[in-house]
């Protein structure tokens, strides 16, 4: 069983940033690829990036490529998403999930979730 928390969300104008964090509660945190998805209203959980469990391989979608970066801390059970230049269309509900599979870029495959952290970009 995996527990994740999610925080950093927030209001942030066109080309700001913001920087989400995920915390989770297991002992076995370094097995498990570590994924971003976003969710906005009337649409689809999307992908947003993912690393593998030792980070030292990482995913991003095409539309955040360039302006988003995930990183994670083993000895600490975090995961984070650094975003730059944030643009009206990333606004979504962002949520942390877990896996035992990697690569991989669906929803399905994620057994873990967070319970969201809002992100709003607009003026």
């Known amino acids: 069983q995996v527990q994740l928390v999610e925080s950093g969300g927030g209001l942030v104008q066109p080309g700001g940033s913001l920087r989400l964090s995920c915390a989770a509660s297991?002992?076995?945190?370094?097995?498990?690829?570590m994924g971003w998805f976003r969710q906005a209203p009337g649409k689809e959980r999307e992908f947003v990036a993912a690393?593998?469990?030792?980070?030292?391989?990482?995913r991003y979608a095409d539309s955040v490529k360039g302006r988003f970066t995930i990183s994670r801390d083993n000895a600490e059970n975090m995961v984070w998403l650094q975003m730059n230049i944030l643009k009206p269309e990333d606004t979504a509900g962002y949520y942390c999930?877990?896996?035992?599979?990697?690569?991989?870029?669906?929803?399905?495959?994620?057994?873990?979730w967070g319970r969201g952290t809002q992100v709003t970009v607009s003026s």
């Open positions: 297991t002992r076995t945190f370094s097995s498990y690829t």
């Open positions: 999930a877990a896996s035992n599979v990697f690569p991989t870029y669906s929803p399905r495959a994620y057994a873990y």
């Open positions: 690393i593998i469990g030792g980070g030292g391989i990482t």
